[in-house]
């Protein structure tokens, strides 16, 4: 008597053996062809970003160094009373030349941030930040501040 199989709708024969039929080798395993593939290009891609990452601070702190620099720069000549005994009326600064002292704190400390090697600069460009905002251009340390931030700045 034949029954049908159910899982694929034939007639099978129940003196069939299928242990007996030899039936073809099963081809090689490609699971540790695929799974080495996939560890392979996630080591590269993790490896790529972290040097990716790594060159993009870098390049930043000195962007960000430069351009503090440049506002620096922009600010223009502080006024130095710190050799008058007595100075005359202590003279203002424009809102422009405050936001660009300002401008230069912050892009100095952003540089230090990301490149330990940049904290001198921004240590120095606070000190002339602190002068210049509270408008006592006879402080000592803040025209040093001043005269060691342009010395930085000069050899970026």
Do not use: K
């Not at 080495?36 to 993790?46: D, P, Q, R, T």
């Amino acid at each position: 008597m034949r029954t049908a199989d159910p899982g694929t709708g034939t007639d099978a024969d129940p003196e069939f053996d299928e242990s007996s039929a030899e039936s073809p080798s099963p081809p090689p395993s490609r699971r540790l062809l695929v799974l080495s593939a996939v560890a392979g290009f996630a080591l590269g891609g993790s490896v790529l970003g972290l040097l990716w990452g790594l060159s993009g601070v870098h390049a930043g702190a000195l962007e960000d160094a430069v351009a503090a620099c440049q506002a620096l720069d922009r600010v223009g000549e502080l006024p130095d009373t710190s050799r008058d005994e007595q100075p005359a009326l202590t003279p203002g600064l424009s809102p422009e030349r405050l936001h660009r002292m300002v401008a230069a704190r912050e892009l100095s400390a952003a540089a230090a941030q990301l490149n330990a090697n940049y904290q001198p600069l921004a240590d120095h460009v606070d000190g002339v930040s602190r002068m210049v905002l509270s408008l006592h251009f006879n402080d000592i340390s803040g025209q040093r501040h001043l005269t060691e931030a342009r010395e930085i700045c000069g050899r970026i």
